[in-house]
């Protein structure tokens, strides 16, 4: 049997993080949508069985009444093929959720209960499934859980399996917790799961990570996986990327620029290795007299970029260890500031704020 | 640092020349003309460059510029070799014309070290030393112009000055730095009360970022409550449709049912009238009606009941009869009965009185003594007597006696014979008492008698000698005395009586005969009363008897006139029963007894209300046809049946057996129909709120803000604030320490300037002045001679003026220095404004420097070039002798 399993689409989902602006935004919420019409198309191409989402497909908090008129219409289209959807803590199934309120195709499945349900995708073939009833606080799936008939058994559920925790970024809650032993005391072959935003495979689990970047830094391998379950459970594999954002996060050295042109040009330079929403950091040692500004580089106009954020991180090249020994206002100032033992990034730009004052300059706000 | 060599590649007027310098003293002399700005210019410029500014130059570039460029050719150029004091030999090259081959190369390795000291676009020597173009100008390179305008425009040098004091590069005093982050901090973040700055804005924004976030929270949560109240309607009205589609079934299921019987029915009906509808009886309403008009009245009919007892005129001459017995008085006349009562009680009065009769008593032996005397005698004996009083004396007595026999006499007169003689009796009582009572005897008092001679004269009397006795014999005396009295009395009463007794009877004999009672003389009275009486008795009995005789006819002559009546009615009745029947046919010869006439029209009638029974049985029948087919055929009944019977089992596919079942029970229930109109009621009711729910669901999805756009914006703003914040408390620590850097490096500043500038001021004014105060902020002089009172420099004659800043020149230099290095000082033309004392002086404390700095001076004065041909020996100074240029080059 194969299926297509994704999760952690989280339509709706606001794109502060990209600090772009509203209408760009908008777009990547569009193109969330895109990646979900690329998936179904995937699952449509690859002839599958079955579409399974593994929870947060949406926003509870911020979905649209054109949403759920929009999951109508991708799923039902997949029809005769079936979807399946376990709730996440993101879009929980509450009276007032859109699994609660949508008119759902016929051929899609829901698993609206808080401990796992069998549903019999085929003959000897059993898919478990469960549902986030809360935002928070949602008991593991598979404490206490045990298969009640024979054959191959799969799950699909949204949770936190606590050996990949450390794998994820700092502040990762982890919901409706397991442990990727309790898969085989339970008499499960394979968990099809969402919650980790990165992808993470093992013979017993399968995170896709989430198919469309939610934030900068995010690493490859995730999207959705094409799976092949054997007749004795065995699964086999393939992870397409379906993202319709490319979101990359680089480091732009412009050390030696003499001259905000030259970082500019170098940065640009940069740029044209990458496309979609690109958050880039300047660093580097330039001339205390190079005074290059965010504005600058925000003009530029690179045709595969949709939006970038810059960062400028550089480090303006005042030799302060001579300038203490001056005998100036300005070595004073130096000597001051860092006798003050000062946030080093606070002092950092206390630092090159004043001396840029003390230059003349007016470009006195340093990042 | 000192320098080496300097070349003018091509600059103003000098071209390919060059000039070596010693690490001391060296002083180029010249006479105008000969290049010596030029010279210093090319040094300066060798050694700093010039900047390289985007756009168009500064204005001092480009009055330098025009100052220096070649006389003739582009190339303007100019190097210089230098020593570092970390021993690097270096040589600057500065392409100032294009500005694009300027370099520093350390000429001992080769390498380019521009980046070293790259300013404004091209290296700066003066940055080995801590200091850059600007203030390596305003210090140790200290131009002729700038020398004479010192006391014109001290302000100016004091400035530059500061600039130096500030960052040793000369680019900003501190104040402007200060003045520039405040002024940054106005115009770029500004306060949360500016509402034109940034920081007011951004604040603004966040205020409305979060404003408009709420409402999109709250329009996402008011639509998903208005999507639970969708679905729970969904339900209700899901449920309601259930029901009521189990209804629709229930009632076609019903309705076909009724069809599938109705058509039974209809075949059943079709088969009773093959010929069509039943035709109706013959029209015999009106004979139908008179023959039951007729039956009943002969079943109404009187009974003729005999009339028994005395006839009418029988009656008649009893009443006849009985009108002459009732003639005369019916009951006993007043005139009589007033007579008789008279009468009666006169006698009544008569009979008393004889009863009264008062009897005679023995007369007692009181030998001719009075009561009174007998009554004396016996006080005599007994003592002292007695008075006696008597109530019967009292004239009140005799008042009611009379009275009492006046009320008898009344009584007596009106007939009332009981009372008269009650009142009579009773008067005549109280007067024999008053006659009977004794007299008061009285014994005089005073009379005093012994007994035994009261007792001998009485005893001599023959009378008794006792006093009882004699009271005994006294009383006795005096009763005789009253009963005499009293038979006196009634023998008058009762003449009187007996006398009214006889009138009274003559007046009832009078009255009888006034009545017509024949009476005689000798008749007793009382008789004739009676007979009176009796026939008065008589006649009264007659007149009542006449009265019932009276009834009795009326009621008799009644019964007979009835009687004849019904007669009357019974001939009509037989007559008309006959006429009837005979035209109903039950009696054609019209001979039969009327009862069998009457008996044959109750048959004929119950005949024909069968016939007219069977036909509305049958028209019940047919109308009952009709209806089931309801004006259509009976095939068409049939298809009805089918369809109905087909869609009920279409609607009953989709509906749960046991719900039809269940509806289909109430539905046939008594109150069914209104049921089912209440569940499709409800039905409608929960589709109509549905469909309301669910268009204002609609419209506020429509409507509703968009959440993630919201946050997003929240998010930017929060951002854009906290940028702002984080960047004006970065501003206000910058402030803070800078005015705090300020302030120490103004306490550091000037007492060093003030002791370097002391040190040498002596020397330089010789004596005149021996001490140096400076402002460490803006850098003015004030100096003052031994004991004397301080003077501003700027205001002091202009060579001392220059003595005194060319002096602070050298001693802000020494100050600013990075330190293990010393800068060149480089001067033009700087005694110009002195006296040949004071230019030596100066000259001696510029040598006074060359230990540890290299100084070039550059002067056309002669007095300085003898100074050095005689003061400068040895390599390490050097006098350079300069020759006029050529007019053309």
């Given at each position: 049997?194969?299926?297509?399993?994704?999760?952690?689409?989280?339509?709706?989902?606001?794109?502060?993080?990209?600090?772009?602006?509203?209408?760009?935004?908008?777009?990547?919420?569009?193109?969330?949508?895109?990646?979900?019409?690329?998936?179904?198309?995937?699952?449509?191409?690859?002839?599958?069985?079955?579409?399974?989402?593994?929870?947060?497909?949406?926003?509870?908090?911020l979905?649209?009444?054109?949403?759920?008129?929009?999951?109508?219409?991708v799923?039902?289209?997949?029809?005769?093929?079936?979807?399946?959807?376990?709730?996440?803590?993101?879009?929980?199934?509450?009276?007032?959720?859109l699994?609660?309120?949508?008119?759902?195709?016929?051929?899609?499945?829901?698993?609206?209960?808080?401990?796992?349900?069998?549903?019999t995708?085929?003959?000897?073939?059993?898919?478990?499934?469960?549902?986030?009833?809360?935002?928070?606080?949602?008991?593991?799936?598979?404490?206490?859980?045990?298969?009640?008939?024979?054959?191959?058994?799969?799950?699909?559920?949204?949770?936190?399996?606590?050996g990949?925790?450390?794998?994820?970024?700092?502040?990762?809650?982890?919901?409706?917790?397991?442990?990727?032993?309790?898969?085989?005391?339970?008499?499960?072959?394979?968990?099809?799961?969402?919650h980790?935003?990165?992808?993470?495979?093992?013979?017993?689990?399968?995170?896709?990570?989430?198919?469309?970047?939610?934030?900068?830094?995010?690493?490859?391998?995730?999207?959705?996986?094409?799976?092949?379950?054997?007749?004795?459970?065995?699964?086999?594999?393939?992870?397409?990327?379906?993202?319709?954002?490319?979101?990359s996060?680089?480091?732009v050295?412009?050390?030696?620029?003499?001259?905000?042109?030259?970082?500019?040009?170098?940065?640009?330079?940069?740029?044209?290795?990458?496309?979609?929403?690109?958050?880039?950091?300047?660093?580097?040692?330039?001339?205390?007299?190079?005074?290059?500004?965010?504005?600058?580089?925000?003009?530029?106009?690179?045709?595969?970029?949709?939006?970038?954020?810059?960062?400028?991180?550089?480090?303006?090249?005042?030799?302060?260890?001579?300038?203490?020994h001056?005998?100036?206002?300005?070595?004073e100032?130096?000597?001051?500031?860092?006798?003050?033992?000062?946030?080093?990034?606070?002092?950092?730009?206390?630092?090159?704020?004043?001396?840029?004052?003390?230059?003349?300059?007016?470009?006195?706000?340093?990042? | 640092?000192?320098?080496?060599?300097?070349?003018?590649?091509a600059f103003?007027?000098?071209?390919?020349?060059?000039?070596?310098?010693?690490?001391?003293?060296?002083?180029?002399?010249?006479?105008?003309?000969?290049?010596?700005?030029?010279?210093?210019?090319?040094?300066?410029?060798?050694?700093?460059?010039?900047?390289?500014?985007?756009?168009?130059?500064?204005?001092?570039?480009?009055?330098?510029?025009?100052r220096?460029?070649?006389?003739?050719?582009?190339?303007?150029?100019?190097?210089?070799?230098?020593?570092?004091?970390?021993?690097?030999?270096?040589?600057?090259?500065?392409?100032?014309?294009?500005?694009?081959?300027?370099?520093?190369?350390?000429?001992?390795?080769?390498r380019?070290?521009?980046?070293e000291?790259?300013?404004?676009g091209?290296?700066?020597?003066?940055?080995?030393l801590?200091?850059?173009?600007?203030?390596?100008?305003?210090?140790?390179?200290?131009?002729?112009?700038?020398?004479?305008?010192?006391?014109?425009?001290?302000g100016?040098?004091?400035?530059?000055?500061?600039?130096?004091?500030?960052?040793?590069?000369?680019?900003?005093?501190?104040?402007?730095?200060?003045?520039?982050?405040?002024?940054?901090?106005?115009?770029?973040?500004?306060?949360?009360r500016?509402?034109?700055?940034?920081?007011?804005?951004?604040g603004?924004?966040?205020?409305?970022?979060?404003?408009?976030l709420?409402?999109?929270?709250?329009?996402?949560?008011?639509f998903?409550?208005?999507?639970?109240?969708?679905?729970?309607?969904?339900?209700?009205?899901?449920?309601?449709?259930g029901?009521?589609?189990?209804?629709?079934?229930a009632?076609?299921?019903?309705?076909?049912?009724?069809?599938?019987?109705?058509?039974?029915?209809?075949?059943?009906l079709?088969?009773?009238?093959?010929?069509?509808?039943?035709?109706?009886?013959?029209?015999?309403?009106?004979?139908?009606?008179?023959?039951?008009?007729t039956?009943?009245?002969?079943?109404?009919?009187?009974?003729?009941?005999?009339?028994?007892?005395?006839?009418?005129?029988?009656?008649?001459?009893?009443?006849?009869?009985?009108?002459?017995?009732?003639?005369?008085?019916?009951?006993?006349?007043?005139?009589?009965?007033?007579?008789?009562?008279?009468?009666?009680?006169?006698?009544?009065?008569?009979?008393?009185?004889?009863?009264?009769?008062?009897?005679?008593?023995?007369?007692?032996?009181?030998?001719?003594?009075?009561?009174?005397?007998?009554?004396?005698y016996?006080?005599?004996?007994?003592?002292?007597?007695?008075?006696?009083?008597?109530?019967?004396?009292?004239?009140?007595?005799?008042?009611?006696?009379?009275?009492?026999?006046?009320?008898?006499?009344?009584?007596?007169?009106?007939?009332?014979?009981?009372?008269?003689?009650?009142?009579?009796?009773?008067?005549?009582?109280?007067?024999?008492?008053?006659?009977?009572?004794?007299?008061?005897?009285?014994?005089?008092?005073?009379?005093?008698?012994?007994?035994?001679?009261?007792?001998?004269?009485?005893?001599?009397?023959?009378?008794?000698?006792?006093?009882?006795?004699?009271?005994?014999?006294?009383?006795?005396?005096l009763?005789?005395?009253?009963?005499?009295?009293?038979?006196?009395?009634?023998?008058?009463?009762?003449?009187?009586?007996?006398?009214?007794?006889?009138?009274?009877q003559?007046?009832?004999?009078?009255?009888?005969?006034?009545?017509?009672?024949?009476?005689?003389?000798?008749?007793?009275?009382?008789?004739?009363?009676?007979s009176?009486?009796?026939?008065?008795?008589?006649?009264?009995?007659?007149?009542?008897?006449?009265?019932?005789?009276?009834?009795?006819?009326?009621?008799?002559?009644?019964?007979?006139?009835?009687?004849?009546?019904?007669?009357?009615?019974?001939?009509?009745?037989?007559?008309?029963?006959?006429?009837?029947?005979?035209?109903?046919?039950?009696?054609?010869?019209?001979?039969?007894?009327?009862?069998?006439?009457?008996?044959?029209?109750?048959l004929?009638?119950?005949?024909?209300?069968?016939?007219?029974?069977?036909?509305?049985?049958?028209?019940?029948?047919?109308?009952?046809?009709?209806?089931?087919?309801?004006?259509?055929?009976?095939?068409?009944?049939?298809?009805?049946?089918?369809?109905?019977?087909?869609?009920?089992?279409?609607?009953?596919?989709?509906?749960?057996?046991?719900?039809?079942?269940?509806?289909?029970?109430?539905?046939?229930?008594?109150?069914?129909?209104?049921?089912?109109?209440?569940?499709?009621?409800?039905?409608r009711e929960?589709?109509?709120?549905?469909?309301?729910?669910?268009?204002?669901?609609?419209?506020?999805?429509?409507?509703?803000?968009?959440?993630?756009?919201?946050?997003?914006?929240?998010?930017?703003?929060?951002?854009?604030?906290?940028?702002?914040?984080?960047?004006?408390?970065?501003?206000?620590?910058t402030?803070?320490?800078?005015?705090?850097?300020?302030?120490?490096?103004?306490?550091?500043?000037?007492?060093?300037?003030?002791?370097?500038l002391?040190?040498?001021?002596?020397?330089?004014?010789h004596?005149?002045?021996?001490?140096?105060?400076?402002?460490?902020?803006?850098?003015?002089?004030?100096?003052?001679?031994?004991?004397?009172?301080?003077?501003?420099?700027?205001?002091?004659?202009?060579?001392?003026?220059?003595?005194?800043?060319?002096?602070?020149?050298?001693?802000?230099?020494?100050?600013?220095?990075?330190?293990?290095?010393?800068?060149?000082?480089?001067?033009?033309?700087?005694?110009?404004?002195?006296?040949?004392?004071?230019?030596?002086?100066?000259?001696?404390?510029?040598?006074s420097?060359?230990?540890?700095?290299?100084?070039?001076?550059?002067?056309?004065?002669?007095?300085?070039?003898?100074?050095?041909?005689?003061?400068?020996?040895?390599?390490?100074?050097?006098?350079?002798?300069?020759?006029?240029?050529?007019?053309?080059?």
């Amino acid at each position: 049997m194969k299926i297509v399993h994704f999760s952690d689409l989280h339509l709706d989902v606001p794109f502060a993080w990209m600090g772009v602006a509203a209408d760009v935004a908008r777009e990547r919420r569009n193109a969330q949508r895109r990646v979900l019409q690329r998936i179904a198309l995937l699952v449509v191409d690859e002839d599958a069985d079955a579409l399974f989402c593994g929870g947060d497909l949406y926003e509870h908090d911020l979905f649209t009444p054109d949403t759920s008129a929009f999951l109508r219409d991708v799923f039902g289209g997949l029809a005769p093929r079936r979807v399946y959807l376990a709730p996440g803590n993101h879009d929980w199934l509450g009276p007032d959720s859109l699994y609660a309120t949508e008119s759902w195709p016929g051929n899609v499945h829901i698993f609206d209960e808080d401990r796992l349900q069998p549903v019999t995708l085929d003959d000897g073939l059993t898919l478990w499934g469960a549902a986030h009833r809360a935002p928070a606080n949602t008991d593991g799936f598979l404490d206490g859980f045990r298969v009640d008939r024979s054959g191959v058994h799969i799950a699909l559920f949204h949770g936190a399996e606590l050996g990949s925790l450390h794998f994820e970024a700092e502040g990762k809650q982890p919901h409706a917790p397991f442990r990727e032993a309790q898969l085989t005391q339970a008499g499960l072959h394979h968990a099809f799961v969402g919650h980790y935003h990165r992808a993470r495979q093992t013979q017993l689990f399968t995170y896709p990570g989430n198919p469309e970047p939610l934030s900068f830094g995010e690493d490859s391998g995730r999207g959705a996986v094409l799976a092949t379950v054997g007749g004795d459970g065995s699964i086999q594999r393939q992870t397409y990327d379906v993202a319709e954002t490319a979101v990359s996060d680089i480091r732009v050295d412009v050390s030696g620029c003499g001259s905000r042109t030259e970082i500019v040009t170098a940065v640009e330079q940069a740029l044209k290795q990458h496309r979609g929403i690109v958050r880039a950091t300047i660093v580097g040692d330039v001339g205390a007299d190079v005074d290059v500004q965010r504005s600058d580089l925000q003009g530029l106009r690179l045709p595969d970029i949709d939006a970038c954020q810059y960062r400028l991180q550089l480090s303006a090249a005042y030799d302060l260890d001579a300038i203490t020994h001056e005998k100036t206002v300005r070595g004073e100032f130096v000597r001051e500031v860092r006798e003050a033992q000062l946030d080093p990034n606070v002092e950092r730009r206390v630092l090159v704020t004043g001396l840029r004052a003390l230059a003349g300059r007016r470009d006195l706000e340093v990042s | 640092m000192w320098i080496e060599r300097i070349r003018a590649g091509a600059f103003g007027p000098l071209v390919a020349e060059e000039l070596e310098f010693g690490p001391g003293m060296n002083v180029v002399i010249g006479p105008n003309e000969s290049g010596k700005s030029s010279w210093h210019a090319t040094l300066f410029a060798a050694l700093c460059g010039m900047r390289r500014s985007r756009g168009a130059p500064r204005a001092d570039d480009r009055e330098f510029a025009n100052r220096h460029r070649p006389w003739s050719g582009s190339d303007w150029r100019a190097s210089a070799i230098l020593r570092l004091a970390d021993g690097r030999r270096i040589e600057i090259s500065q392409d100032l014309g294009t500005m694009v081959d300027c370099r520093a190369t350390d000429l001992t390795l080769g390498r380019d070290v521009s980046h070293e000291i790259m300013t404004d676009g091209s290296p700066d020597g003066s940055r080995w030393l801590g200091l850059d173009r600007t203030s390596f100008l305003a210090t140790a390179c200290v131009r002729q112009a700038d020398v004479l305008d010192v006391q014109r425009n001290a302000g100016a040098l004091q400035d530059a000055l500061q600039r130096a004091a500030a960052s040793a590069r000369a680019e900003s005093t501190a104040a402007e730095a200060i003045g520039r982050l405040e002024e940054f901090e106005r115009d770029q973040i500004g306060t949360e009360r500016a509402p034109t700055r940034p920081l007011r804005q951004a604040g603004a924004r966040v205020a409305a970022a979060r404003q408009e976030l709420q409402l999109a929270e709250q329009d996402h949560s008011d639509f998903l409550s208005l999507s639970r109240e969708v679905e729970e309607a969904r339900a209700v009205a899901e449920a309601a449709q259930g029901r009521a589609r189990a209804a629709d079934a229930a009632r076609a299921m019903v309705d076909a049912d009724a069809l599938t019987q109705r058509l039974e029915e209809a075949r059943e009906l079709v088969r009773l009238f093959p010929d069509g509808e039943p035709a109706a009886p013959s029209s015999d309403e009106e004979q139908s009606r008179q023959v039951a008009s007729t039956l009943d009245r002969w079943r109404r009919k009187p009974t003729l009941l005999e009339v028994d007892g005395d006839t009418s005129s029988m009656i008649r001459s009893r009443i006849a009869e009985l009108s002459e017995q009732s003639e005369g008085d019916t009951e006993v006349h007043e005139s009589v009965a007033r007579a008789w009562t008279d009468w009666t009680a006169s006698g009544a009065v008569l009979r008393q009185l004889e009863l009264e009769r008062p009897e005679p008593l023995p007369a007692p032996e009181t030998q001719g003594h009075s009561v009174a005397d007998l009554f004396g005698y016996a006080s005599a004996l007994s003592g002292p007597s007695a008075r006696l009083t008597a109530s019967p004396e009292s004239p009140l007595w005799y008042l009611a006696s009379a009275a009492l026999a006046v009320a008898g006499a009344g009584c007596l007169a009106a007939g009332l014979i009981v009372p008269a003689v009650a009142a009579l009796a009773v008067a005549a009582t109280l007067v024999g008492i008053r006659l009977m009572l004794p007299r008061r005897v009285l014994v005089p008092p005073q009379t005093e008698i012994g007994a035994d001679t009261v007792q001998a004269d009485l005893s001599r009397r023959g009378l008794p000698t006792t006093a009882d006795a004699l009271r005994g014999l006294a009383e006795s005396a005096l009763a005789f005395e009253q009963r005499q009295a009293a038979i006196g009395s009634w023998n008058e009463r009762h003449d009187l009586q007996t006398s009214r007794s006889r009138s009274a009877q003559e007046r009832l004999r009078a009255a009888l005969r006034a009545r017509g009672t024949a009476i005689g003389e000798s008749d007793p009275i009382a008789d004739s009363f009676a007979s009176y009486e009796g026939h008065c008795r008589m006649r009264l009995e007659s007149a009542s008897r006449l009265q019932t005789v009276r009834v009795e006819l009326q009621a008799r002559e009644l019964k007979e006139k009835q009687y004849d009546s019904v007669v009357r009615d019974l001939a009509e009745l037989d007559e008309e029963l006959r006429q009837v029947a005979a035209r109903a046919g039950v009696a054609p010869d019209g001979q039969e007894e009327v009862a069998a006439l009457a008996s044959g029209l109750e048959l004929w009638q119950q005949g024909r209300g069968e016939r007219l029974r069977e036909f509305e049985s049958r028209r019940r029948q047919w109308d009952r046809l009709e209806m089931v087919l309801d004006g259509r055929p009976l095939e068409g009944l049939e298809a009805d049946a089918r369809d109905a019977r087909s869609k009920a089992d279409t609607l009953v596919a989709f509906v749960a057996p046991a719900d039809v079942a269940t509806a289909a029970e109430w539905l046939r229930g008594s109150d069914g129909q209104a049921q089912h109109e209440v569940v499709r009621a409800e039905e409608r009711e929960a589709r109509e709120t549905l469909a309301t729910l669910a268009e204002r669901l609609r419209l506020r999805g429509a409507s509703m803000r968009d959440v993630p756009a919201a946050r997003e914006e929240c998010a930017s703003a929060d951002a854009e604030l906290g940028r702002l914040r984080d960047l004006a408390e970065v501003i206000r620590l910058t402030r803070q320490f800078m005015e705090s850097a300020v302030d120490r490096a103004h306490r550091t500043i000037a007492p060093v300037l003030q002791a370097a500038l002391s040190d040498r001021l002596a020397a330089v004014t010789h004596g005149r002045y021996v001490e140096a105060l400076v402002d460490p902020e803006t850098l003015a002089v004030q100096v003052r001679g031994d004991g004397r009172s301080w003077r501003s420099a700027s205001a002091l004659s202009h060579g001392t003026a220059e003595q005194v800043y060319l002096l602070l020149r050298v001693a802000l230099a020494e100050h600013l220095v990075r330190a293990g290095e010393s800068t060149p000082f480089v001067f033009d033309d700087a005694t110009v404004q002195s006296d040949n004392v004071r230019t030596l002086a100066i000259m001696e404390t510029l040598l006074s420097l060359t230990p540890t700095h290299q100084v070039v001076v550059f002067s056309q004065e002669t007095e300085v070039a003898e100074w050095a041909r005689v003061r400068l020996d040895g390599e390490q100074h050097r006098l350079i002798e300069l020759r006029e240029l050529p007019v053309e080059r």
